[in-house]
């Protein structure tokens, strides 16, 4: 699933590519696209026509068109699939086009939603008067927004009573750090993933956000990180951050740093990559079996 590098990336997209221009017609050709929007297609698409669509925005891992003169967003979700695109008016269709958007001026391009596995889509919603989508309220801050605040997070790790990667995957805590980026900045601050959170010192915690920001924005640099060819850019291009992850996808492979083959462990239905010499489990850990 898309983390915040690569829907960051699809959000600039669309802030240069659809930002400011008047929606002229929606077509919705799933209705699972739009499922979250409860009124059902036709609503959607009557809502959102005649509309400007107004600065792109994101939090975490959601990302949401406002549209200008109402109080409310189209929110979208890329799901494991889900693709924006912007495409020229007369280029063919994709085969898994779920939504189609023209717009009312003479560029020429529309916006289109594509989804294989149809577990993304848009859906419109009432905004809060900090400007999100009322449903995505609870989201918390993401390392990379200027508010984030570092002690508040800190402290909220200390209180949380769990362990370092399950904290760092809970949005509420905060946002847009999936399970690759995880890996990425634990084995950056040498941290095994099941570190309790209790354990860390305000130094440690701070340390651990900056190699979370670090490896973000090197990501962001690359276009995000794309194992197959569904996360692409609004151009329909992949990010390229995969041939630099030092942990992620790299079992059995040598630490960058020690040499040591790095493991792979089933976790929360989804796989931690470590380095068993760098990211060795602390004292209590190993006290607790």
Not at 80 to 98: F, I, N, T, W, Y
Not at 257 to 265: A, F
């Amino acid at each position: 699933m898309p983390e915040l590098p690569e829907v960051e990336v699809v959000r600039r997209g669309l802030q240069r590519w659809v930002s400011g221009r008047t929606i002229a017609e929606v077509r919705v050709l799933h209705p699972r696209a739009v499922r979250r929007h409860i009124a059902g297609a036709g609503d959607f698409a009557a809502r959102l026509k005649g509309h400007s669509v107004g600065i792109a925005r994101r939090r975490g891992k959601y990302l949401w068109l406002p549209l200008a003169d109402t109080d409310s967003s189209v929110l979208g979700h890329l799901g494991m699939s889900g693709q924006l695109l912007v495409q020229p008016e007369d280029a063919a269709d994709e085969k898994h086009l779920r939504i189609r958007i023209s717009f009312d001026d003479s560029l020429g391009t529309e916006l289109r939603f594509v989804d294989q596995r149809t577990f993304g889509g848009l859906s419109l919603h009432d905004n809060t008067p900090d400007g999100l989508p009322d449903v995505i309220a609870h989201i918390a801050r993401d390392p990379l927004d200027p508010a984030f605040d570092d002690d508040a997070f800190h402290a909220a790790l200390r209180a949380k009573r769990t362990t370092v990667k399950r904290a760092l995957l809970d949005q509420s805590l905060i946002s847009g750090v999936g399970n690759i980026y995880a890996d990425e900045a634990l084995w950056r601050a040498r941290l095994h993933y099941e570190r309790p959170t209790a354990s860390l010192t305000r130094p440690r915690s701070a340390e651990l956000l900056g190699h979370i920001r670090d490896v973000m924005n090197a990501a962001l640099a690359a276009g995000g990180t794309s194992f197959d060819s569904l996360y692409v850019n609004v151009n329909g291009e992949s990010g390229y951050f995969d041939r630099s992850l030092d942990a992620y996808g790299r079992e059995g492979e040598p630490c960058r740093r020690c040499g040591t083959p790095m493991r792979r462990r089933p976790w929360m239905n989804r796989s931690s990559y470590f380095c068993p010499r760098c990211q060795r489990p602390s004292r209590a850990q190993r006290a607790g079996g």
